[in-house]
């Protein structure tokens, strides 16, 4: 097994605690507890609870020899919550009080997929595996540049993402499978960031937990990632506080007591999220390219509605940073928080940065505190501004999502 390769990072970042206390310095949030209870440590607590050699078991997941791990994509712990009623199994879980595992993790800054992805499939901060928003400046081809669903032709997710994934590290010893939607067997996303093992494909919740069963029977030894997606969709379109998303909720409900029926007896099934989301009124959704104050002196923006990067013409200019900052922070107020590359690395944001990596963050960054959306219209879709549940930021219903530990009780569900 090959152990994982860190370098020097751009900057001694400090430990946790450090961290923390420096986030605020910026009139920033707390830094994602990476090392301690992230989606970073999901994965590798789970092969540590495996006896998979070279992983800690940070999360404390009991001992086991078969693990489902269960991400459901946009799943944030406030909205599990607050829409209990619509998740009777889930909630016989939450209240049987099994297993005693953290109830809350941070997502990854930014608070968006590819970002915690990443370091769900690595183990690692954004500062080290370089996923650092959904679209980033790559600093050589001086260009914008997709990390989720439409990488550019002349990134090498291998190459952009260098570090080997748990999957790759744990195969050596247990068996490993994705099960998951064919459209990302062989996706960018997938051979940056979860390349590894066996993937299994199949499209209906029913049919992904038959495959999930199928692939899990027999094996002595197994670590399997459950993906679903159809939470973050439902959101994206129609807004976290809808029908349809309670709809998709309960979807999810039905799939994970199905797996709990299905897998072998004893398998440790863990629920949890890359990121968390809110909904944006179509009056807060602003085209902030239309204020020629807050595009003054930038070549280039990215990022997300609540988490944009704006890059500089002169990438050593102090003071087009300053005017930038101040033309937001006139315009905004407290309803964003408005800082700097250098401050988030300081921050602890993205935790330890490689050289490499820094240049692909904003050198002005933009969160959003309150439900406000920021597009740029010269070069997004505007049906980009259709979109209704967001995130990105570095509020709490973004950033904080759950984390359930059970057991599969085997008892295969009757026909109907």
Not at 141 to 165: E, H, I, K, S
Request: proline share 7%.
């Amino acid at each position: 097994m090959t152990p994982v390769r860190v370098p020097e990072p751009l900057s001694s970042a400090p430990s946790l605690p450090e961290a923390t206390a420096q986030a605020t310095a910026p009139g920033l949030p707390a830094a994602p507890a990476f090392g301690d209870r992230s989606v970073a440590e999901v994965l590798t607590s789970a092969a540590a609870s495996l006896g998979v050699p070279g992983f800690e078991n940070r999360l404390h997941l009991p001992a086991s020899k078969r693990v489902c791990v269960v991400l459901a994509d946009g799943l944030g712990r406030n909205l599990l919550k607050q829409k209990s009623a619509h998740t009777p199994f889930l909630r016989s879980v939450m209240q049987s009080g099994q297993g005693r595992v953290p109830v809350a993790l941070d997502s990854a800054f930014p608070s968006t997929t590819a970002a915690s992805l990443a370091s769900f499939g690595t183990g690692l901060a954004a500062g080290q595996h370089g996923m650092v928003g959904y679209d980033v400046l790559d600093p050589d081809q001086d260009r914008v540049v997709n990390m989720l669903g439409g990488w550019d032709a002349g990134v090498d997710p291998q190459q952009w993402q260098p570090f080997p994934t748990v999957f790759e590290r744990a195969a050596d010893h247990v068996e490993v499978t994705t099960v998951s939607l064919p459209q990302f067997s062989d996706s960018a996303m997938t051979r940056a960031a979860l390349r590894g093992g066996r993937y299994v494909t199949a499209t209906t919740s029913h049919a992904r937990t038959a495959a999930a069963a199928d692939a899990m029977a027999g094996a002595d030894g197994s670590l399997m990632y459950f993906y679903v997606n159809e939470l973050d969709k439902a959101g994206h379109r129609h807004g976290c506080q809808s029908p349809q998303w309670e709809h998709q909720l309960e979807e999810l409900d039905a799939t994970v007591k199905r797996l709990s029926a299905t897998l072998p007896a004893g398998t440790t099934i863990l629920l949890t999220a890359d990121h968390g989301m809110l909904d944006v009124p179509e009056s807060q959704r602003i085209d902030y390219s239309a204020d020629p104050d807050l595009i003054a002196g930038v070549r280039h923006t990215a990022g997300e509605p609540r988490m944009v990067h704006l890059y500089l013409e002169e990438q050593d200019d102090d003071a087009g940073r300053v005017r930038l900052l101040d033309a937001w922070r006139a315009r905004f107020g407290e309803r964003i928080w408005a800082f700097t590359r250098e401050e988030a690395i300081t921050a602890g944001l993205f935790g330890e940065v490689r050289a490499e990596v820094a240049p692909r963050i904003g050198d002005v960054m933009i969160a959003a505190r309150e439900p406000l959306a920021f597009y740029d219209t010269r070069r997004v879709r505007p049906t980009a501004l259709d979109v209704v549940g967001q995130h990105g930021s570095l509020t709490r219903a973004e950033r904080e999502v759950p984390l359930l530990c059970f057991q599969a009780d085997g008892k295969r569900a009757p026909r109907a």
